[in-house]
């Protein structure tokens, strides 16, 4: 069964930095396409990164140059360090699995909560 | 405001049929790249409904269907069940911005 789990999610300040977690099970991330994926309170989905299986890394315009996504095989798991964090980037972070590389998300986690404030 | 546009709210009764639309250009729908459909309750991971613009992912009841024509795109739920409120995102990809959008999600509520 694929599952995916999410951690790291905190209360940090503006100007701070957050790197988050996901956890896979049930497949292997370096053979598919992961992905972050945010919905701040009472907005929509927006997403956020992806990385592919051969490692290219693309950004929405919103975080290029703060966020940085990338894996660790030996543990199966997907990172996403956040840097010079705004209020703007307070949400739930979702992990989102895009199997094929066909642009959709068959599998998603739970979510991690970011809040940035002072 | 999202590029692809859905309706904020839909409703029906039990056992009606509604549908949610999604309204793209000529750099996403229009551009012949597919449109996917979720389902969301708060607090819970989004659940992928629809892929490739008509077909089912799997375990989704065959009450759920989608269509795509020109630069819209359309998500039908017959014999609407409790249940079935959610949140619905429409998603696809827009190769002008070159990235994937959703759009700004229809809350469904059942009557």
């Known amino acids: 069964e694929v599952q995916l789990v999410e951690s790291g999610g905190a209360l940090v300040q503006p100007g701070g930095s957050l790197r988050l977690s996901c956890a896979a099970s049930?497949?292997?991330?370096?053979?598919?396409?992961m992905n972050w994926v945010r919905q701040a309170p009472g907005k929509g989905l927006q997403w956020v990164s992806v990385?592919?299986?051969?490692?290219?890394?693309y950004y929405a315009d919103s975080v290029k140059g703060r966020f940085t996504i990338s894996r660790d095989d030996s543990k199966n798991t997907v990172m996403l360090q956040m840097n010079s964090l705004r209020p703007e980037d307070t949400a739930v972070y979702y992990c989102?699995?895009?199997?094929?590389?066909?642009?959709?998300?068959?599998?998603w986690g739970q979510g991690t909560l970011v809040t940035v404030s002072s | 405001q999202s590029v692809l546009t859905q309706p904020p709210s839909v409703s029906g009764a039990q056992g009606q049929r509604v549908t949610i639309s999604c309204t793209g250009t000529?750099?996403?729908?229009?551009?012949?790249?597919?449109v996917h459909w979720y389902q969301h309750r708060p607090g819970t991971a989004p659940k992928l409904l629809i892929y490739?613009?008509?077909d089912r992912s799997s375990g989704v009841p065959d009450r759920f269907s989608g269509s795509k024509s020109g630069t819209s795109a359309s998500l039908a739920i017959t014999g609407l069940q409790a249940e079935d409120e959610a949140d619905y995102y429409c998603?696809?990809?827009?190769?002008?911005?070159?990235?994937?959008?959703f759009g700004g999600g229809t809350k469904l509520t059942v009557l």
């Open positions: 049930g497949f292997t991330v370096s053979t598919d396409y």
């Open positions: 990385i592919y299986r051969h490692g290219a890394t």
């Open positions: 000529t750099s996403n729908i229009g551009a012949g790249y597919d």
């Open positions: 989102a699995r895009d199997e094929g590389g066909y642009n959709f998300f068959d599998s």
């Open positions: 998603q696809s990809y827009d190769n002008v911005l070159s990235v994937v959008l």
């Open positions: 490739s613009s008509t």
